[in-house]
């Protein structure tokens, strides 16, 4: 069987979505599974590529509709099943206007992340389900599937989002704390601008706790206005005891950030509070708890295991407190961290989502 993967954001080593193919390529070795992923112009899967997964640089920004069209149409003809693993609106409209007449049931696979519902949204899903009910939409919660279903789509469901395969047990090099992390891409949504002014009032009261900040540009090297001028803010305070990194970093270099880490995650709660975050996953098969944003995923993740704290107030001042509580009792964090990963990395395994396209 071969499952051609549409990936246009995959650019490089950057992005969620590169370890989310990782694990799904994965998790089919030793079986009878091909992968073609078809990604961006610099897209590669270093440790993935082989005989059984071919990654093919296809997609330019500025022209991806276009492209994204004429691929689906040549694929819908082709004798490979369609995995889009990180499906949108876009994509069901492309699909509807390449396909010739209805999609046959088991051709297409859609990953919706997050979905934010609205009438003219729901209005077109339901137009589809009518033309083409035997396409199959998969998500990572209820709140994402569930409108899919009153929709009517018949065959849409809940599989976990996939995680990164855990390296060795990190128990004995990484119960120690050695900094704070902010890690993934600088973007409005995850909070950066909270992160940056955490680190100002740190800096402006005295308080010096090493700090490390991924503040890498998005799969298309782009930073929007709001965080080119939170970058400025973080470079005029200057703090010693601050670390950035502002390039994409190699999966080994990303890996060991997570060591001695408490990893804060003020995420916006309208954009994640039932969308599943990568970086929690990775953060706790490290062993290093989190502060995240109350009522959000990643807060219930580490409530669920006492990995970590919830704050509703992402001022200075709470995150502050909330690294404090944490940093005192680190090796109980950090214990109570490496048994969520060792959880999750069960719940969350690659197989389920292969399962669910390849069966």
């Known amino acids: 069987m071969r499952i051609d993967v549409v990936e246009p954001t ?17 998790a089919g070795s030793g079986r009878e ?12 899967l270093p440790g993935a ?16 509709r276009l492209q994204a069209f004429i691929l689906y149409r040549r694929l819908l003809r082709g004798g490979g099943r369609i995995f889009v693993s990180t ?51 998969l998500g990572p919660t209820e709140a994402v599937i569930g409108p899919f279903r009153e929709c009517g789509f018949r065959d849409a469901r809940v599989v976990p989002y996939p995680i990164t ?25 995850k ?34 206005a709001g965080i080119r001028d939170d970058l400025d803010r973080l470079r005029k305070a200057a703090p010693s005891w601050v670390r950035t990194f502002p390039d994409t970093l190699g999966a080994e ?50 409530d669920r295991f006492a990995a970590g704290a919830a704050v509703p107030d992402l001022s200075p001042p709470s995150l502050l407190s909330a690294v404090e509580t944490i940093r005192a009792d680190y090796s109980r964090y950090h214990r109570n961290a490496l048994e969520a990963g060792r959880t999750l990395q069960e719940e969350h395994g690659a197989r389920h989502l292969l399962e669910a396209i390849a069966s």
């Open 33 to 44: 599974i091909a992968f073609r992923v078809y990604g961006g112009r610099r897209a590669s």
């Open 253 to 302: 270099e990303y890996r060991k950030m997570f060591d001695g880490a408490i990893v804060l995650q003020p995420y916006a709660r309208e954009d994640f509070v039932d969308r599943v975050s990568g970086v929690t996953l990775d953060a706790f098969s490290a062993g290093a708890p989190v502060v995240a944003t109350a009522g959000t995923w990643m807060a219930r993740a580490a």
């Open 165 to 189: 395969p855990s390296g060795p047990d990190k128990e004995r090099s990484g119960d120690r704390f050695r900094h704070i992390l902010f890690a993934g891409a600088a973007r409005r949504d």
């Open 49 to 64: 590529e082989g005989t059984r997964c071919e990654v093919v640089p296809f997609f330019s920004r500025r022209l991806r």
């Open 87 to 137: 499906a949108g609106r876009t994509d069901l409209v492309l699909l509807d206007l390449a396909a010739k007449g209805e999609i046959p049931p088991g051709k297409v696979f859609l990953f919706f992340h997050w979905l934010r519902p609205s009438p003219r949204k729901m209005a077109w899903f339901r137009r589809f389900a009518v033309s083409h009910p035997g396409v199959t939409v």
């Open 191 to 224: 909070g950066f601008s909270r992160v940056v002014d955490l680190v100002c009032d740190m800096a402006a009261r005295g308080v010096a706790i090493p700090f490390s900040i991924q503040a890498s540009p998005d799969h298309y090297e782009k930073h929007d």
């Open 10 to 26: 995959l650019e490089g080593e950057s992005g969620h979505c590169r370890s989310f193919l990782l694990s799904l390529c994965g």
